[in-house]
């Protein structure tokens, strides 16, 4: 009896034993990917914006069906939708993943890069699904088939989307937000028009160095558009304590980031609403941009560099480079583009390589009561 169960039993391990994965069914090598792009059209990521996002989009033919706040002159559009054509012959877009959502500071999107003639060009991608990074790894290079979906401007930021209408009334100034904009790619969608070119490598990504001064100084919408959602590095620069405001910036407190929408952490409550937080870095010049956070990123409630349950006068103690991805947000066409629309998201604290002069890297202290 024993000898038959023990048989019984080696037959279901051998049973259940999984087959090995076929590396060659996840991942194109680049001749395959080739033959694919052969039989349609490979844009570069630039070419692809300009060839098919228009200044007010042609998904509606009524603009002031976009939100409200979309524009103010009828020339600018802060929220536009285009829907390219589904077509017989594939137009492919390909580009390396320059972001992950582990940290929980990217939400649905992500970001990739693509090198030309050794300039960076970028785009925002907005997927459906909370953990696309599992999928789409940092590093990984990946062929999109576009035709059939859209590009979008949410905020003035280009994205590959599909159309999404917004009806939520309880939002603050919800009069002003409903209406059409970009919206999210169901993920069975994504995955079905995007295939993975060799193996994730995040040696090849490329950082960009940029000054403060180069990015905040752009202010025609159009250029924006050109730089956001680029991987940069700012070097040499350190976290002030402060946050913007609507007329300048404000000293963090040292509240309850629970109940205190400005205390000295990455990102407090935002009391439900879910705006990013900025909190304010600063160069050798005086030039200043804002590191964006969400309040649900696992780091939110971490002091930001130089700050503890004292204040934030250590902060400038803390110098060094930040990497992170490059934004132009500006949701409301009443104001006019400023230099505080300006943004940098970081993936995770390992994006904050700031030291003190003994050459200490900053300590990572979280909130406790």
């Given at each position: 009896?024993?000898?038959?169960?023990?048989?019984?039993?080696?037959?279901?391990?051998?049973?259940?034993?999984?087959?090995?994965?076929?590396?060659?069914?996840?991942?194109?090598?680049?001749?395959?990917?080739?033959?694919?792009?052969?039989?349609?059209?490979?844009?570069?990521?630039?070419?692809?914006?300009?060839?098919?996002?228009?200044?007010k989009?042609?998904?509606?033919?009524?603009?002031?069906?976009?939100?409200?706040?979309?524009?103010?002159?009828?020339?600018?559009?802060?929220?536009?939708?285009?829907?390219?054509p589904?077509?017989?012959?594939?137009?492919?877009?390909?580009?390396?993943?320059?972001?992950?959502?582990?940290?929980?500071?990217?939400?649905?999107?992500?970001?990739?890069?693509?090198?030309?003639?050794?300039?960076?060009?970028?785009?925002?991608?907005?997927?459906?699904?909370?953990?696309?990074?599992?999928?789409?790894?940092?590093?990984?290079?990946?062929?999109?088939?576009?035709?059939?979906?859209?590009?979008?401007?949410?905020?003035?930021?280009?994205?590959?989307?599909?159309?999404?209408?917004?009806n939520?009334?309880?939002?603050?100034?919800?009069?002003?937000?409903?209406?059409?904009?970009?919206?999210?790619?169901?993920?069975?969608?994504?995955?079905?028009?995007?295939?993975?070119?060799?193996?994730?490598?995040?040696?090849?990504?490329?950082?960009?160095?940029?000054?403060?001064?180069?990015?905040?100084?752009?202010?025609?919408?159009?250029?924006?558009?050109?730089?956001?959602?680029?991987?940069?590095?700012?070097?040499?620069?350190?976290?002030?304590?402060?946050?913007?405001?609507?007329?300048?910036?404000?000293?963090?407190?040292?509240?309850?980031?629970?109940?205190?929408?400005?205390?000295?952490?990455?990102?407090?409550?935002?009391?439900?609403?879910?705006?990013?937080?900025?909190?304010?870095?600063?160069?050798?010049?005086?030039?200043?941009?804002?590191?964006?956070?969400?309040e649900?990123?696992?780091?939110a409630?971490?002091?930001?560099?130089?700050?503890?349950?004292?204040?934030?006068?250590?902060?400038?103690?803390?110098?060094?480079?930040?990497?992170?991805i490059?934004?132009?947000?500006?949701?409301?066409?009443?104001?006019?583009?400023?230099?505080?629309?300006?943004?940098?998201?970081?993936?995770?604290?390992?994006?904050?390589?700031?030291?003190?002069?003994?050459?200490?890297?900053?300590p990572?202290?979280?909130?406790?009561?």
């Open positions: 009896m024993k000898k038959i169960i023990y048989i019984a039993f080696v037959a279901l391990c051998v049973a259940c034993t999984p087959n090995p994965v076929d590396e060659s069914k996840l991942f194109l090598t680049e001749d395959q990917a080739s033959e694919l792009i052969g039989q349609g059209t490979l844009l570069t990521l630039q070419e692809f914006k300009d060839t098919y996002m228009t200044e989009g042609n998904f509606l033919s009524d603009t002031t069906l976009y939100r409200t706040r979309a524009t103010k002159n009828g020339v600018d559009y802060l929220f536009s939708i285009d829907t390219i589904a077509s017989e012959s594939p137009v492919y877009i390909r580009g390396r993943v320059t972001t992950d959502d582990y940290a929980g500071n990217f939400y649905k999107a992500m970001c990739i890069q693509q090198i030309v003639d050794g300039e960076q060009q970028a785009l925002r991608l907005s997927v459906d699904a909370g953990s696309v990074g599992g999928l789409y790894q940092i590093g990984q290079e990946i062929l999109i088939r576009v035709d059939g979906l859209a590009i979008g401007r949410y905020a003035n930021q280009p994205q590959l989307c599909m159309p999404s209408y917004n939520y009334i309880y939002a603050n100034n919800a009069e002003q937000k409903i209406g059409w904009a970009p919206g999210r790619i169901p993920m069975a969608i994504f995955n079905a028009r995007t295939q993975c070119i060799g193996k994730p490598d995040v040696s090849k990504l490329v950082y960009e160095e940029m000054t403060i001064k180069e990015f905040t100084s752009v202010l025609n919408l159009q250029e924006t558009r050109k730089l956001d959602a680029k991987l940069v590095r700012i070097k040499d620069v350190h976290y002030t304590g402060y946050y913007f405001t609507t007329s300048g910036t404000a000293k963090c407190t040292t509240g309850n980031p629970e109940d205190d929408t400005n205390a000295n952490v990455f990102a407090p409550t935002t009391e439900n609403i879910g705006y990013p937080q900025s909190r304010v870095i600063e160069d050798a010049d005086g030039n200043k941009t804002a590191i964006s956070s969400s649900y990123a696992k780091f409630h971490f002091y930001i560099p130089g700050a503890d349950k004292n204040g934030v006068t250590n902060c400038a103690n803390y110098v060094g480079d930040v990497v992170g490059l934004g132009f947000y500006s949701d409301n066409a009443r104001y006019d583009p400023a230099y505080d629309d300006w943004s940098i998201t970081i993936r995770s604290l390992d994006d904050l390589q700031l030291y003190d002069d003994e050459g200490n890297l900053w990572r202290i979280e909130y406790t009561k």
